[in-house]
């Protein structure tokens, strides 16, 4: 495996780093805090300073992009809390984001979305456990589990684009959209970041992906190892890792940071060993013979 031990302080940034919105520099490999509270969507909670621990050793890696949200929660444990805990008074440069629209339900699962006129509510949350005046990339959310399209997002986005306004957000980004809810977004403000499902195997948002790259805007994979829904086959990667040295996650990242320059990856864990290998895959450099065999 590519050797974690002497990872330096800039290791996420070996592949470069992005803009978000022009003004947010941001390491290209990043940290999504969704696995911090629990490891799976129905799993045990897991133990809150093993979550600080992570975090911690990710803005030590260089880590500077943390995606979390109000709604990554398990009993006690709150995604937001722990990055507060973990990281405040947070660092220059650290871009934290968040999303809002997903409502829990009483077993803790997102069960229904939010209104526009309950967006200000959920920002405001996310402001108080962050323990910030403002907040650098906030995400509408919108769909549920499923693939993405079929709703209108204009009143959601509109009362997003109003907090902005009002100096509560720096930049908006649109969450599980297809190409016509981007533009619907679009056509009401700036739209700096998508995140939408996106692995190695699974990019059904290809064109999406090259909208993106031709815009300048953010592409930000969520389940980038297959930790959702479509998991990764692994064995189709183990070519490649042996050639690098590496493992199948850091060659699953490694594509993904290959495959576009406004490619996010948020990989979450945790554990501070999966984290470290993670952060080492953004220095991992696939040949045009590797990204051939693993499109094959
Ligand atoms: N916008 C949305 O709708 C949406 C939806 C889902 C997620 N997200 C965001 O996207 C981020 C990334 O997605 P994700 O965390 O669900 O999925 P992921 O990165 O695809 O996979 C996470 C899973 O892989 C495991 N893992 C992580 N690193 C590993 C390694 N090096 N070796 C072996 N296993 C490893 C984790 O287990 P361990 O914890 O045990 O390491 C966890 O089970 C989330 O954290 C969240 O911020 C957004």
Redo the contacts with the bound molecule.
Sequence with gaps: MTDTRNLSQDAAAAAGTFAIGGDLPVARLGF????LPT??FTGPVRNPETGIAVLRRAVELGVNHI???SF?RRGDVIANDLVRQALAPYPDGLVIAT?VGPLLGPDGIPAQQATAGQLRGLVEDNLRELGVEHLGLV?L?VGGRNAPGGEPVSERFAALAKLRSDGLIRHLGV??VDAAQLAEARAIAPVAAV?N?F?VQATADAALLAECARTGTAFVP???????LDPIDTTRLEKTAARHGA?V?QVALAALLAASPVMLP??????VA?LE??VGAARVQLTQEDLADLAG
């Excluded at 999504?32 to 696995?35: E, I, N, S």
């Excluded at 948020?266 to 554990?271: E, Q, V």
């Design positions: 999504g805090a969704m696995r490891g799976t995606d979390t949200a990554y999303k995400y959310r969450s599980n995140q499902a692995h969520f389940f980038p190892l297959g930790g959702g493992t996650q948020i990989p979450g864990t945790g554990s999966h290998e993670n």
